[in-house]
């Protein structure tokens, strides 16, 4: 797997997901501004890379401050992470991390700010090795719902782009292919951003395993085709009631799934699972720049001048409508969450 995030020589190293398929390139952060960027700006993303990269963000921006004074540091501290936490308002892993390594900050009272500094950056790095861990355990858990000879849809990249490495929902299909399963995927191109197009197909070509993609209006031709025998897809929240928030078009995947009797799962990490929002009316919406719809790439120009535009990135999709929801601890139905995760 190609690295997504790491540290690198004191540096934040991010391979930039806006270049690929076309270029394999990394971007080196050395100030935690660059990393907030570098979110906004979809250079990583995935809701537990996410996560990571911020944790690494939190820790690149203590490392550099110069007070030796614990509460002006701790002050310091708390805005990285304030700014951190506005780049982007969806996914609930960046407010994870954050609040995990202001805890950090907090056990660690008393210490040498030299030392603190220090261990902060050791927990952004076990944060990330947490982080492939859990979705290892995710794999194992999921591929038991695979047999072979099925083929699985995704939407949208939940794979180890989307993460430290080796991914949730493609982490599923990666761990029945490992298994010996002979499995096919068949990927949602993605619109607008592309990126069952641009990240999970390269990735799951770059591993071997068979991939198709499609135009995100094919879908249901092909279920009611009995092309599509199970789908699974990431999550960028999951509200205590077992809704999901994900990647918009997810919604239009489990209508569909329900409508042709195809099971549809979720696969998320406990960092994903957001207690404190009771449902998913609660979990905010980000709406990103018009450009992404009117063009492609920011570049090509697919629509009129001056067209109104609604860009969501995100949507909802309701309890109900999922199958279960595949965690590190198991596989669990919506309406479980809660009572597992509570702790």
Not at 274 to 294: C, F, K, M, W, Y
Request: proline share 5%.
């Amino acid at each position: 797997m190609v690295p997504t995030v790491e540290w690198k020589d004191g540096a934040v190293r991010l391979l930039d997901q806006s270049r690929l398929p076309m270029h394999v390139e990394f971007l080196d952060c050395h100030d935690y501004r660059e990393v907030a960027q570098a979110i906004r700006e979809l250079k990583v993303r995935g809701a537990p890379a996410i996560g990571v990269t911020a944790a690494m963000g939190m820790a690149l921006g203590a490392r550099a401050l110069k007070t030796t004074d614990y509460e002006e540091f701790v002050g310091a501290v708390d805005a990285i992470g304030d700014l951190l936490a506005a780049s982007r308002p969806t996914a609930v892993n960046l407010f994870w991390a954050i609040a995990r390594m202001k805890q950090k900050l907090a056990a660690l009272k008393g210490q040498p700010v030299a030392r603190i500094q220090e261990e902060l950056v050791t927990e952004s790095q076990t944060i990330l090795d947490e982080d492939i861990a859990l979705c290892k355990a995710m794999g194992r858990h999921g591929a038991g719902l695979i047999r072979s000879g099925q083929t699985i849809l995704t939407h949208c990249n939940a794979g180890a782009l989307a993460t430290a490495g080796y991914g949730t929902a493609l982490g599923v299909i990666r761990a029945a292919w490992e298994q010996g399963k002979q499995i096919r995927v068949i990927a949602d191109e993605t619109r607008p951003v592309l990126q069952g197009a641009r990240l999970t197909a390269w990735e799951l070509m770059q591993d071997k395993i068979p991939v198709t993609l499609i135009t995100d209006n094919m879908a249901g031709a092909l279920m009611r085709q009995g092309k599509i025998q199970l789908c699974v897809v990431g999550a960028d929240r999951i509200a205590a009631n077992g809704d999901v928030a994900n990647k918009i078009g997810t919604y239009s995947v489990a209508v569909l799934a329900r409508a042709h009797d195809i099971p549809f799962y979720v696969a998320a990490p406990y960092s994903t699972i957001d207690l404190n929002t009771p449902s998913g009316a609660g979990i905010p919406i980000e709406e990103r720049n018009p450009l992404e719809v009117t063009a492609i790439h920011g570049s090509h120009p697919v629509a009129p001048d001056g067209v109104e535009v609604f860009n969501p990135a995100f949507d909802i999709t309701p309890a109900e409508l999922i199958t279960g929801i595949i965690t590190e601890r198991g596989l669990f139905k919506p309406s479980e969450i809660a009572t597992q995760f509570r702790l």
